[in-house]
């Protein structure tokens, strides 16, 4: 077993996934650029940071033979690019993944077979093939920002008037998260799961966080101030410095990351 870096990276003037063992002679294409250009009309699309991997396979965007942007999935033996079994929208241009419960979710391009409308972005899940590649929602949800906590799958969605902090369960229909707070939450965005304000409790019979990861968050309250959120699992916090309290604008949090070490030893200078 190696490990070895992942990345996009560019080659022959286009988008490839480059691998690297952090040398200069160990670091190659993962997918030959030129193979890809060839078989699959301009290569990778690279809208965003969007490259996963999971279940020993990466799933990134790239262009298929005809130039849309599909579902790219590589693993040690291959790779395929592939649209949804049953989806006749013109690319699936899959965007914002995540894994959960042994499958990858993430928004998708949508569109129902007869249907004249334009296509909807929706979630969507996949097994790494084309068969095993679905739609779950089909009102133009438009995931965005999916994260795993509490064993629910949340992201913020279209609810058909607002953006609103959504949870899937594995099955059935994702729904709004409701609950203490929740009417004061708009445009959820960077759903980040942190230990934040937590310890590691090194009791028998094995070590575990006490309490447990919150899920914390982005979002606008009624004002249209963008404060940062904190959800446990039951209750949502909408955290205030007193310094900005009444701010028209609040906080305005955004990338949203966890930084641990080690109770009892001192934080680096500056934090």
Same mark, same amino acid.
């Given at each position: 077993?190696?490990?070895?870096?992942?990345?996009?990276?560019?080659?022959?003037?286009?988008?490839?996934?480059?691998?690297?063992? %952090?040398?200069?002679?160990?670091?190659?294409?993962?997918?030959?650029?030129?193979?890809?250009?060839?078989?699959?009309?301009?290569?990778?699309?690279?809208?965003?940071?969007?490259?996963?991997?999971?279940?020993?396979?990466?799933?990134?965007?790239?262009?298929?033979?005809?130039?849309?942007?599909?579902?790219?999935?590589?693993?040690?033996q291959g790779y395929n690019i592939f649209n949804s079994s049953g989806n006749n929208a013109?690319?699936?241009?899959?965007?914002?993944?995540?894994?959960?419960?042994?499958?990858?979710?993430?928004?998708?391009?949508?569109?129902?077979? %007869?249907?004249?409308?334009?296509?909807?972005?929706?979630?969507?899940?996949?097994?790494?093939?084309?068969?095993?590649?679905?739609?779950?929602?089909?009102?133009?949800?438009?995931? #965005?920002?999916?994260?795993?906590?509490?064993?629910?799958?949340?992201?913020?969605?279209?609810?058909?008037?607002?953006?609103?902090?959504?949870?899937?369960?594995?099955?059935?229909?994702?729904?709004?998260?409701?609950?203490?707070?929740?009417?004061?939450?708009?445009?959820?965005?960077?759903?980040?799961?942190?230990?934040?304000?937590?310890?590691?409790?090194?009791?028998f019979p094995t070590p575990h966080l006490t309490p447990p990861p919150s899920l914390f968050?982005?979002?606008?309250?009624?004002?249209?101030?963008?404060?940062?959120?904190?959800?446990?699992?039951?209750?949502?916090?909408?955290?205030?410095?007193?310094?900005?309290?009444?701010?028209?604008? #609040?906080?305005?949090?955004?990338?949203?990351?966890?930084?641990?070490?080690?109770? %009892?030893?001192?934080?680096?200078? %500056?934090?």
């Amino acid at each position: 077993m190696a490990e070895e870096l992942v990345f996009f990276g560019t080659g022959s003037n286009q988008y490839s996934i480059w691998k690297s063992d %952090g040398t200069s002679s160990g670091t190659k294409p993962l997918i030959n650029a030129s193979v890809l250009g060839d078989d699959y009309g301009s290569g990778l699309t690279v809208p965003g940071p969007i490259l996963l991997y999971a279940n020993n396979r990466i799933y990134a965007q790239g262009l298929d033979s005809g130039g849309a942007a599909n579902l790219l999935v590589w693993n040690t033996q291959g790779y395929n690019i592939f649209n949804s079994s049953g989806n006749n929208a013109s690319a699936l241009i899959p965007q914002s993944f995540a894994a959960y419960d042994g499958r990858v979710y993430f928004n998708g391009s949508y569109l129902k077979q %007869g249907s004249l409308a334009e296509p909807a972005n929706e979630l969507f899940s996949t097994d790494g093939t084309a068969g095993g590649t679905t739609a779950i929602t089909d009102k133009g949800r438009d995931p #965005g920002s999916l994260a795993v906590a509490f064993g629910k799958l949340f992201f913020s969605g279209y609810n058909g008037s607002d953006i609103v902090l959504y949870a899937y369960e594995g099955s059935g229909q994702p729904a709004p998260v409701g609950g203490a707070g929740f009417d004061d939450l708009f445009n959820p965005q960077y759903l980040t799961v942190s230990v934040a304000g937590r310890e590691i409790a090194f009791e028998f019979p094995t070590p575990h966080l006490t309490p447990p990861p919150s899920l914390f968050m982005s979002g606008q309250d009624s004002t249209g101030a963008t404060w940062l959120y904190r959800y446990d699992g039951v209750n949502l916090t909408k955290i205030v410095p007193a310094s900005l309290s009444g701010s028209p604008s #609040g906080l305005q949090p955004y990338n949203l990351t966890g930084l641990v070490w080690p109770a %009892g030893i001192e934080a680096p200078a %500056g934090i």
